[in-house]
């Protein structure tokens, strides 16, 4: 999946003006990340760059956290896109993480998916490319900035009610300073959980004419990205986020694009591939990005990526690279 649509960036302006506003010159970030000077002017950047751009960042700061921190309070509201303007003149909070995470979608690499339940929101950051995971301080970065979004359309310092990291993202305390409550690393997933009752404050913020402009071009622009996306990328998608539960099958991923299994099966044989093998490609890119992490034991391994008995998951590791789960971890830190 590294093709040119799944590949590019926008990086906006208002990145570069922020990082000058806390004192970092965008040249020693382009250095650091051993990129040509132009990519500051370059309004779309590929993955690869963008993540380097993100970790020179992260290295120049010291610390992830104080960088995180840093960038999320020092980057004006005006310098946002349009289509991620609106979210700051949402009628509420809630609206505005919608339009935020719809936003989202258009704009690779991360990906947002929010669920309600009890008093708690969560919203879980997902990479929609799972083969190329950002760094940690990307997903503080994004964490950051929503929760920047409901403090400063609703005038209050909101808090949350919890952030989990998968990987470490510098001095937690900083982090738990910044966001109020306890803050975990080396979770099974990146998540920020908010108090629910805080998503129904109004933001002072509300501009309904603006809302009026804006919301039908964001949703062309939907339309369009969503166009562009093949079914397979789409089933891919849909197979990551669903490899833990006991049975995936096309039914499954089926309902989850709205459409019969039958359907889904006619659309994949005309794309020249099939669900099974969609399935194997997907267990098998994510096996090696998982394993690469060596913090996750083979077993824990296994089971993320869909099997209940590590015998299984050998097998069609064999199948995949040729030696086992062991040896080919070993071979990646020599």
């Known amino acids: 999946?590294?093709?040119?649509?799944?590949?590019?960036?926008?990086?906006?302006?208002?990145?570069?003006?922020?990082?000058?506003?806390i004192g970092i010159d965008p040249i020693d970030v382009a250095r650091k990340a051993s990129l040509p000077l132009t990519v500051i002017h370059d309004p779309v950047v590929s993955t690869s760059n963008y993540y380097a751009i993100w970790q020179a960042y992260s290295e120049i700061v010291g610390d992830a956290a104080a960088g995180i921190v840093k960038l999320a309070t020092a980057y004006e509201t005006a310098q946002y896109p349009p289509a991620a303007l609106a979210t700051f003149h949402a009628r509420n909070y809630r609206d505005a993480l919608n339009r935020m995470a719809s936003y989202k979608q258009m704009c690779p690499p991360e990906n947002l998916r929010i669920r309600e339940e009890g008093e708690q929101c969560s919203i879980e950051l997902e990479w929609q490319y799972a083969e190329q995971p950002g760094p940690p301080v990307l997903v503080g970065i994004t964490f950051a900035y929503l929760l920047e979004l409901?403090?400063?359309?609703?005038?209050?310092?909101?808090?949350?009610?919890s952030v989990e990291f998968i990987h470490p993202t510098g001095d937690v305390q900083v982090l738990e300073g910044y966001f109020g409550c306890c803050v975990r690393t080396g979770r099974d997933r990146n998540r920020l959980t908010l108090h629910r009752e805080d998503l129904n404050r109004p933001f002072a913020s509300y501009n309904e004419e603006l809302l009026d402009i804006l919301t039908p071009a964001l949703e062309r622009s939907l339309d369009e990205h969503q166009s562009k996306r093949t079914i397979s990328d789409k089933v891919k998608w849909i197979l990551s986020r669903c490899l833990t539960r006991r049975r995936i099958d096309i039914q499954t991923v089926a309902n989850e694009l709205g459409m019969s299994d039958r359907t889904l099966q006619r659309r994949l044989t005309e794309e020249g591939i099939s669900f099974k093998k969609l399935l194997s490609k997907t267990r098998h890119e994510q096996a090696?990005?998982?394993?690469?992490?060596?913090?996750?034991?083979?077993?824990?391994?296994?089971?993320?990526?869909?099997?209940?008995?590590?015998?299984?998951?050998?097998?069609?590791?064999?199948?995949?690279?040729?030696?086992?789960?062991?040896?080919?971890?070993?071979?990646?830190?020599?």
């Open 150 to 161: 409901g403090r400063r359309g609703t005038g209050r310092r909101l808090t949350a009610q």
């Open 1 to 21: 999946m590294n093709n040119l649509f799944t590949d590019r960036i926008k990086l906006a302006p208002g990145f570069w003006t922020s990082l000058r506003g």
């Open 288 to 334: 090696l990005l998982f394993l690469a992490d060596t913090s996750l034991e083979i077993k824990e391994v296994a089971f993320l990526v869909g099997y209940e008995d590590q015998n299984s998951f050998y097998r069609a590791f064999r199948t995949w690279e040729g030696e086992t789960p062991a040896n080919w971890r070993v071979a990646q830190e020599s």
